[in-house]
């Protein structure tokens, strides 16, 4: 709830109160604390990291949501916490299974080479090199080109710019519903390029150890005091955050950077978009399935398996010794089948019997992604007025790329507003 501002702030308070200890959260709180702000980081768990969650089973580390990140996310580069934080490459390119056969679909950086092999189900030589020279073009695009573009939805422009429909359906599809979390592309098209722009431009990746590293690797940087856990905000003003125990806590400002349906309870009136349910659903294997660990896609679409990642064969450390993680997607609920299902499904993703493969766990959210449809605004304002702010990925794109600059955003408003040494301002980038 929304309250008047206090006519007085109370002195020897933090400058600024921020709300939800996700990445959009810390992002804003390193960013203020950088430029020298007391600042108060309230977060309603016991931990930071929002839906960036880790957990260990049975010697797994197991990512409670679809956290696969991209070597060309600027801010990864920006924030000092993550320049030497380890990452673990997945091999370029994918593996498609179409037509019951599977298929390796190169790098898109290897610009003399055409893309994917004469068997790959998407096209004709021309339409690979095509293709490949389409991503090219993407990759040197700036971000301000894009998003000035005619915008449609991603499946609108698929079909819209003449590439071959098998083309699209042996790749393009498959490969843009895994990287949005949306089934049926209706995304933006400026926000389909953009994630087809980093694919061309970078390495998909995970967090060595497990999503929980980013977060934790920000909250670790901030000044010690920083973080109140246990501590939920039931209503703020300008100047002001009152807690679920009856603290009130006096500040300078105030940033809600909690999911976007919390922000929606705390600021009446904020739109808060609709959502994309993902299952996230993890295995242990005896034995690594492919010989390289690369991104597995479902061209068909026979099965409830939208993609699949060998997670253990990417990053050693989420398995223990004599044992590998299977991590796959499900964009929407668990399927009717269960586990059942989704082994079966397996199988003719990897091409080998899934009889021994255990299930660790099932993680199922209905907000897992924000929805961003067509017309998509990429800068959503995070100023409300002078005191209050807000951020999270809803405000930008709906990746980790989006939450820490949405983050960056709001703090740099803060400083503006405040008079105080400015960070530096937001550069283009968006996805």
Partial sequence: MLLPARRQPVAGTADVIVIGAGLAGLSAAHHLAHAGLTVTVLEAAERAGG???????????????????????????????????????????????????????????????????????IGSALDRARLGATLNRLATTPTSRIAARPETTAAQALTARGFAPRTVEGFLRPLLSALLCDPELTTSSRVADLVLRGFARGRACLPAGGAARLPDR????LPPGTLRFGARAEQVAANAVFTADGAELPCRAVVVATDARAAGVLLPGLRVPA???????????????????????????????????????????RAPAGRTLITSVVLGPPPDGGDKAIRAHLAELYDTPTDRWELLARYSDPDA?????????????????????????????????????????????VLRDLAA????????EAA
């Fill in 51 to 121: 839906r960036m969650v880790t957990e260990t089973v049975d010697g797994f580390r197991l990512d409670r949501g679809p956290q696969l990140l991209n070597t060309s996310y600027p801010e990864l580069l920006r924030l000092p916490a993550f320049r030497s934080m380890p990452l673990a490459p997945v091999a370029p390119g994918a593996l498609v299974r179409a037509g019951g056969r599977g298929y390796r679909v190169g790098d898109p950086r290897g610009r003399r080479a055409v893309f994917g092999s004469a068997r790959a189900p």
């Fill in 218 to 221: 920000l909250a670790a940087g």
């Fill in 275 to 317: 959502f994309h349910q993902v299952t996230v659903v993890h295995h242990a294997a005896p034995v690594n399935p492919l010989r390289d660990p690369v991104l597995v896609l479902d061209a068909d679409r026979s099965g409830p398996v939208s993609h699949s990642l060998p997670a253990g064969a990417v990053d050693p450390a």
């Fill in 369 to 413: 992604v924000p929805a961003m449809p067509a017309p998509h605004d990429l800068r959503r304002p995070v100023r409300l007025l002078a005191g209050l702010y807000v951020c999270g990925d809803h405000r930008d794109t709906s990746t980790v790329q989006g939450a820490l600059l949405s983050g960056r955003r709001a703090a740099c408003s």
């Fill in 421 to 428: 040494p400015a960070a530096a301002a937001p550069g283009e």
